[in-house]
């Protein structure tokens, strides 16, 4: 355990590298005194128990395609239980059953006689489009390039447009890394305890579909014996992130925000993040546009104050600064460093005041301690280079945050939160419709808000990402592709109420 200083209690659901999966299980089942055959029934289980809440469970004909390890032996135990009769369960075995591991074959012996079952080399390669395809050929232990069978299924089973389930892993993509060769393409991966890293990766977007974590019953705490940085951050963990108000607060507890950018034609940025922070709970949030006129700017809603005041922004009379939305790089270098000089409480750091980072790089050792930088895949390019993967750019993340004692925020889907002490924390919250304009600038407006109530930088940044994932999933549910981010901004109310954070 590195973060000694964390309770376990304070800490969120570890990612933990492939090749340690085989020594999780082990400690579990010694600590636990289940045998792994057990822990295999629970994995088929979890599966099964999902599936037959899905609106295709009612489908007749499923497909099981198995290989040769226990990712295989959990196809089996699904073959097993998904058995009825209502259902034709085909299974297809990869490899001859003599050399499959000890799990799988036990699991093979207690199929029923009404599964059907064939090997890969026999089998006549017809599916029918209405039928469901389960893929237990590879999970973690892929460990080689497909060979001409396991890639000619694979290939197969990629053109068809039957309903598509990865157990564990699509079959061929590795744990840990980015894949480069062939991959199953999945409708949903059901993966077991905790979401391979993977899994998290833009980079497989197409190949992942609906991601779904299913808990078998390994403990926490031994998971967490395996940890190493990674974490995934779930709806559980954001209550204890929180701090609670009570009927004497008053409205300087809920924090002074001032939001800097704006130039002309972008002043909607503000607007936003400024209304993204009263819904977030901000006592008062005043708006700096950079125009020449700014008491000439109307703000979107009418609680929203101007600051307009020329010679400077006593930053010691807010709780929070946010520079950057719709600011423009149009900045002189003496202006942004004197901001940079002045301000002494850790700064949200946005689109144009990252992008101004990287036009000024002498400039990022003057952000104070645990400053949160925002930046989407584009200006993180800009201000650290070009990554050749996802992978990559999460260690650049990483190695920015600590050596600049930053929190570095990540945007995108599972958006990555690197705090200055090497933890690497994914957001489970949100969805593709977030991908609109100023959704960016909700967001920094929240964890502006949270910042000026007092959250610590951390635990700002960790409600901020989740509830703007989750304000994303509420407003999305009426809006689809139309949603836009004002409806983001207008469903934060309810993330509290659904959280039972009031
Ligand atoms: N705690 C859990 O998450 C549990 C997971 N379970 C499942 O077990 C698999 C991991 O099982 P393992 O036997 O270690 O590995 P695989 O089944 O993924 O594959 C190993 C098997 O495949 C061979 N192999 C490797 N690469 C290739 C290749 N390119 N082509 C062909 N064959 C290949 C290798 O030699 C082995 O023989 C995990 O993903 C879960 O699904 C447990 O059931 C419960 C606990
Ligand atoms: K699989």
Request: net charge negative.
């Amino acid at each position: 355990m590195i973060y000694k200083n964390l309770l376990l209690t304070e800490m969120m659901l570890p990612i933990i590298a492939g090749d340690d999966v085989k020594k999780l299980d082990d400690f579990h089942m010694q600590s636990e005194g289940i045998s792994s055959v057990q822990l295999m029934e629970r994995a088929g289980k979890s599966f099964v128990a999902w599936y037959e809440d899905q609106s295709f469970s009612s489908v007749i004909k499923i497909y099981v395609f198995v290989g040769s390890g226990n990712n295989g032996g959990d196809g089996l135990v699904i073959a097993r239980l998904l058995q009825n009769d209502q259902r034709a369960i085909h299974v297809v075995c990869m490899e001859p059953i003599e050399n499959c591991s000890e799990d799988f074959i036990f699991n093979f012996s207690r199929l029923p006689d009404s599964v059907e079952v064939v090997q890969y080399t026999d089998w006549p390669k017809e599916i029918k489009d209405d039928s469901v395809i389960v893929d237990a050929v590879l999970g973690v232990g892929v460990n080689r390039p497909l060979n001409k069978n396991y890639a000619e299924l694979i290939s197969f089973l990629n053109t068809l447009s039957a309903i598509k389930l990865a157990v564990d892993l699509p079959s061929g993509l590795p744990a840990d890394h980015t894949s480069v060769g062939l991959v199953f393409q999945a409708d949903f991966t059901l993966t077991f305890q905790f979401p391979k890293l993977s899994l998290l990766f833009p980079e497989h977007a197409e190949i992942i579909g609906k991601l779904v974590v299913l808990d078998i019953g390994i403990s926490e705490s031994s998971i967490h014996r395996f940890s190493q940085n990674r974490f995934y951050l779930r709806e559980i963990d954001i209550k204890k992130h929180h701090k609670y108000f009570h009927r004497f607060s008053h409205k300087g507890d809920f924090g002074k925000v001032l939001l800097i950018g704006g130039a002309l034609g972008k002043t909607g940025a503000i607007n936003l993040a400024g209304h993204a922070a009263l819904r977030t709970g901000s006592g008062l949030v005043l708006l700096a546009p950079q125009i020449p006129d700014p008491y000439k700017f109307r703000p979107i809603v009418p609680e929203l104050m101007v600051f307009g005041e020329k010679g400077g922004f006593c930053f010691e009379e807010f709780d929070s600064v946010a520079i950057g939305p719709g600011m423009g790089l149009d900045v002189n270098f003496s202006w942004f460093r004197g901001l940079l000089d002045q301000v002494n409480l850790p700064i949200v750091l946005d689109a144009d005041g990252i992008n101004l980072l990287s036009k000024f790089p002498e400039l990022i050792d003057q952000l104070p301690v645990n400053s949160i930088l925002t930046p989407h895949f584009k200006e993180f390019e800009r201000l650290v280079g070009k990554s050749s993967d996802h992978l990559e750019r999460i260690q650049r993340a990483t190695d920015f945050a600590t050596k600049y004692n930053i929190i570095l925020i990540l945007k995108g889907a599972h958006t990555l939160i690197a705090m200055p002490d090497g933890r690497q924390i994914f957001n489970s919250s949100g969805n593709q419709y977030m991908a609109t304009a100023g959704s960016g600038d909700v967001l920094t407006g929240m964890i502006a808000s949270f910042l000026g109530q007092k959250y610590s930088p951390e635990n700002a940044a960790i409600c901020g990402v989740f509830h703007h994932g989750m304000a994303g999933e509420i407003a999305s549910q009426s809006k689809y592709r139309g949603m836009i981010a004002s409806d983001i901004i207008n469903a934060i109310p309810e993330t509290f109420v659904q959280l039972e954070v009031l």
